[in-house]
Nanobody, 125 residues
Framework: LQLQASGGGLVQPGGSLRLSCAAS????????TAWFRQAPGKEREGVSC????????EYADSVKGRFTISRDNAKNTVYHEMYSLQFEDTAVYYC???????????????????WGQGTQVTVSS
C-alpha cells in the first residue's frame, strides 16, 4: 500500500495550488482520507478530511473557505485545492488514510495508519 502526495511548490501570497494524493494497493474510495501539514518547529496538524462517500468534509478553522478537499474515485486520487494562500500556509503537506469511513477526530495524526511522503508548499513573495 502506498500513498503518493504531489503538487506542492512555491507560490506567492494570494496564489493557489492543487495537491494530489494518489493511492496504490488500496482503493481510496472505500475510506476517509485526510490532509495534514507540518511547518518547521511545529506539530503536525490536521487540515481537512473527506468521508468515503464524499458526503462529509471537515476543515481546520484556519483554512475554511480557502481549501477544498475532493476525490476522484476513477483515478483513485484525493485532491486538496488551496486558494488565497498565506505565508502561514507554508508547510510540508501529507495525505493520510485508514480503514474508516468518516472523519470525526480526523485531526489526530495517531488516527491514521497510512501516510504519503509529503509535498512542500512554500508561500513567499
Amino acid at each position: 500500500l502506498q500513498l503518493q502526495a504531489s503538487g506542492g511548490g512555491l507560490v506567492q501570497p494570494g496564489g493557489s495550488l492543487r495537491l494530489s494524493c494518489a493511492a496504490s494497493g488500496l482503493t481510496l474510495g472505500y475510506y476517509a482520507t485526510a490532509w495534514f501539514r507540518q511547518a518547521p518547529g511545529k506539530e503536525r496538524e490536521g487540515v481537512s478530511c473527506i468521508s468515503s462517500d464524499s458526503g462529509s468534509t471537515e476543515y481546520a478553522d484556519s483554512v475554511k473557505g480557502r481549501f477544498t478537499i475532493s476525490r476522484d474515485n476513477a483515478k483513485n486520487t484525493v485532491y486538496h485545492e488551496m486558494y488565497s494562500l498565506q505565508f502561514e500556509d507554508t508547510a510540508v503537506y501529507y495525505c493520510a488514510t485508514d480503514t474508516v469511513n468518516y472523519c470525526p477526530g480526523y485531526n489526530a495524526p495517531r488516527a491514521w495508519s497510512y501516510w504519503g511522503q509529503g509535498t512542500q508548499v512554500t508561500v513567499s513573495s
